[in-house]
């Protein structure tokens, strides 16, 4: 016969029963925006670069304010004694056969160049995505817009810049114009694959089957998922900018002689790479910095942005 085991009542007790917990799920919070900054921050070399670039960035915009520096006045040689002077306490960067001061040009020519960069890759970026968001979304759009990208992407993109430049003149303005005229269709060809990949998912499937816009679609469904695809493009697209007005004002193209880029110190100074080389150098290696910082920061934020790597 089965012996049964004793049970001692008091060992239990009824707890009574609180909907309003049950309901409550006990999961760490998620905020996306910071695992973002959370996993952006254990990239240590991508924090290094950054206080790098918003040091360049601080001296680009804050520095010219101060200094008064004028690139119409390097034909007037005030002091026979101010030329030539090698980098000191004094003169940080030194000066030219003028006399002027590298340290106040070269910031002057940072602002220049770190502008037109940076407006370059907003305009086309936003008109990129946009466009090329519903490119991937309409069949009769993508037959269109397909003939439209094989005829740009035939033609190198330096030789359409330097050309309208030509045409249009010299000028800050001229120049932005032409460098963005037709950059954006890369960018919405590379949005225009992405977005092809995510229409096609069961839940935009069955979004389209209920009769969401296209619109709503792009905006709600689609585009918030490219955040990190969109970051990517962007770290790609800000130092081939700058590499791209730096070309362009080392050859004489695209801003007039009364504004001063870093492209343009450096084709200025070009010629004392061998007698004063630090009028060649430091234009090359602020450049250097600002392209560089701008790769590996945008590459981390891409990186961060990406849900895949949040732990």
Do not use: C
Not at 32 to 49: D, L, P
Not at 103 to 119: H, Y
Not at 243 to 250: A, D, I, Q, V
Not at 290 to 310: F, R, W
Request: cysteine-free; glycine content about 6%; overall charge neutral.
């Amino acid at each position: 016969m089965e012996v049964q085991p004793k049970v001692n009542d008091a060992s239990f007790h009824f707890i009574e029963t609180n909907e309003r917990e049950a309901e409550v799920i006990d999961t760490p919070k998620y905020s996306y925006w910071q695992s973002v900054w959370r996993t952006f921050g254990r990239n240590k070399v991508a924090i290094f670069f950054l206080v790098i670039l918003a040091a360049i960035l601080l001296m680009s915009f804050i520095q010219p304010m101060f200094s008064g520096y004028d690139p119409m006045n390097s034909a007037k040689i005030n002091d026979l004694s101010a030329r030539y002077i090698e980098p000191n306490s004094e003169q940080w960067f030194g000066t030219d056969a003028n006399g002027q001061s590298l340290f106040d040009a070269t910031w002057s020519g940072a602002k220049t160049s770190i502008s037109i960069t940076v407006l370059a890759t907003l305009v086309t970026t936003v008109i990129g995505v946009i466009v090329g968001a519903f490119w991937g979304m309409s069949q009769k759009v993508d037959v269109f817009m397909l003939e439209v990208y094989n005829i740009f992407a035939n033609i190198p993109f330096l030789l359409i810049v330097m050309v309208l430049s030509y045409s249009l003149g010299n000028g800050f303005w001229n120049l932005l114009f032409a460098m963005t005229l037709t950059s954006w269709i890369f960018t919405a060809y590379f949005i225009r694959v992405q977005v092809m990949i995510m229409r096609d998912r069961e839940y935009n499937l069955a979004s389209r089957t209920l009769g969401t816009p296209a619109s709503r679609m792009i905006f709600k469904n689609i585009l918030p998922y490219l955040t990190s695809i969109i970051t990517t493009d962007v770290s790609r697209t800000l130092p081939a900018f700058i590499g791209t007005e730096t070309f362009l004002s080392f050859i004489g193209v695209g801003l007039s002689a009364d504004v001063v880029s870093l492209g343009g110190l450096i084709n200025r100074y070009s010629t004392n790479i061998s007698s004063k080389p630090y009028l060649f150098w430091i234009p090359v290696s602020v450049l250097a910095l600002v392209s560089v910082s701008l790769y590996i920061v945008g590459q981390a934020l891409a990186d961060a942005t990406d849900p895949k790597n949040h732990i």
